[in-house]
């Protein structure tokens, strides 16, 4: 069998090549065998210009399947090997020639008006080989910009600071047609915003001065009339418009029926589905105010972050042609407000294979406001492998969870002390919700209960987003535990883990930001998240001005602990704050090199001796350090040598930096080489997690250092991401039982000890 798959292998690999390439080229044209691009300055690469060409070879593969086929069309054969085939591209000089001017329009775009591009042609037999040669020479810088725009009553007319402030060039800024072109767009988007409504981009055009020396050239600002006019006095574009009328239809039917509200007039029918003081919030072109872009957007954005809005429409009509008035007409279509789904998938929480099942329904204008409500129920079930332990007793072989959540959102920040204008943002919600979850285990029942109020908002211009809860309640009931379970968390005395298993009651406020540069695909961005977290504050003052006295937690014969209490149950308190930053930079190939840096810290204070332990840190994992597994790394130098004690793996301090280098092999294909470096700590030194505490003089010594490759299939909608890494450095060497006792681990690897794999959906930052 596998002589044959060799045999048919080699037999395919003579076939091809057997068959003429130039087959079907027929007499006295050229097949394009080969391009190429000779770049003789240092400055610039291949690759850059592979675009602008106009013609470009075939894939040789599909030139030798096109080949194969015969001359008759009406053999099936013959067209499935056409069609899976190229057909071959014959030599253009037409094409060429466009090549290269295309080729030296880029390069005076970017301001190397010397430059120099021309063709070599190779030909053998009924082939040709073409080299397009490029030499950039000098590069061109502006020298000197004004305002030269005449006559002088036009001059006043773009007499602002931020227009002159975008023809203040750098020193030596490089002379390239987009620059001048951002320009041009940043001023008439001034203009527009102050109400110059006809006004465009084409109204404005640079004149450029190239004889002035060295390399370098004046430009002067001009500006250009609408066409259908003969002079400047009569040019719609400089005249300033205002808002006279505005009219929003809001029906599912056409209208019968109008209300004016507020200065806006409202279009109404029977089945009228948003109230008009909504509208009116999430409209900001008013009547008597000037003509803006900016609003308009604005507009468009905030009514189109209605739930219960499909698409909107803005349109703007002259009053007369002589007037400086427009009317404003916003027509908005409505979205589908109920909304059921269900979802059914595989588990394995437990370590056993299960089930687990949601239902939702939404109604998204309960209150004809773009009122949101929300209602999911869930359940999942796994049956757990019995014990072969004897002394393992469980409280059932089952785990099963289920519970119910019931969220209430408003398109607006409801909060009495603040001013409208702070109350009515563009994508600003304010959400009520409460959930209770019931968690059956084999080794404990847990009743979970939620409540939360909380704010989102956006800011400048959208790129950065805000969540603020006011107030977020968790109380976690442990009800029954098996004999065994208590035995387990008794033994060693682990606070840690006690800690976890115990009621508890977390009351937080929190507030959390994402910030985006405008990055688009071609430039390069960052991006900043940040949040602090403060809980227990308001219960500790509340107990403290009620003179609430303290009840007995625990009591042993080292130490007596006193806490305050809620339903019988200590409350949680401690502050946390967290920050992150990511720098992506894009190579000349487009390629991207991402830095990232990530810090975390936690501290328990008063009431709490632990943070609880879903708010400790954790290293290692997808998206932390990736030569160790989740959850594996930690804190400090601590080196139990058990991978399975996740719960004394977690710290209040976190340290986290990352490289990553992003290959894009195909649009749909991405590789990445990384190295990553970080480790979690406490804040105290505790019994149960030796050598873990932080340490401001030996931190850097405790860093756990990796390197690894990815692979990252781009399915357009996401981006699937497996990576493997190796450790290089492990703080927490030697390991009990391991075979590798140096920390530099590097030096003799353990495939077992020291790779890890990683499976996610993203980018790790």
Known sequence: MRRSRYVLGWLLMVLLSACSATKYVSE??????????????????????TP??????????????????GRDTTKWINRVLRKIGSEPVIYDSELTAKSVSQIRKELHNLGYLNAEVGSCLNQRGKKMAVTYCVRAKDRYTIRHSENGVDPSELRSLIDFAAIHRSLEFDKNEPFKAATLDNASAEITSQLRNQGYYYLNKDNFYFLVDTMVGNHQVDVTLKYRPTKRVDTM???????RYRIRDVVISNTYSPGVDTVDYKKIRVVKGKQTFIRPSILYYNNFIRSKRFYSDLLMEKTYNSLHSLSAVDQVGVAFTPVAEDSTMLDARISLSPANIYHFQFGIDGTNNAGDLGVASYVTFSDKNIFKGSETLLLRLNGSYEHISGSDDKDVTLLSNNFYEYGAELSLSFPRIIFG????????QVGSATSFSASIHWQNRPEYNRRVLGLNWGYSWKSHRQRMAHNFDLYNINYVITRDMSEWFKEYLERGKNALLKESYMDQFITRTDYSFVYTSNRKASENGYTLRGGIDMAGTLPFLVCKAAKVKKKVVSEDEEQRVEKYKIFDTPFAQYVKGTFDASKIFLTKRNNQFVMHAGFGLACPYLNSDVLPYEQRFFAGGPNTVRGWSTRTLGPGKYNSGMKSDFLQRTGDV???FNLEYRYKLASFLELAAFTDAGNIWTVKAYKNQPYGQFNIKDFYKELGWS???????NLSFLILRFDAGMQLYNPANPLPGAQNTSKWVITHPVFKDNFAWHFAVGYPF
Do not use: W
């Open 28 to 49: 006295g044209d050229y097949l394009l065998d080969k391009v190429k691009i000779e770049v003789l300055d240092n400055n610039m690469y291949e690759g850059q210009f």
């Open 654 to 656: 976190k340290l986290v």
């Open 233 to 239: 006095r009569f040019d719609p574009a400089l005249r």
């Open 707 to 713: 390197v690894g490759v990815g692979i990252r299939p």
């Open 417 to 424: 002390l603040l001013p409208e204008k702070y109350t009515k």
């Open 52 to 69: 602008l060409l106009r013609q470009k070879p075939n894939a040789k593969i599909g030139l030798h399947i096109y080949s194969l086929s």
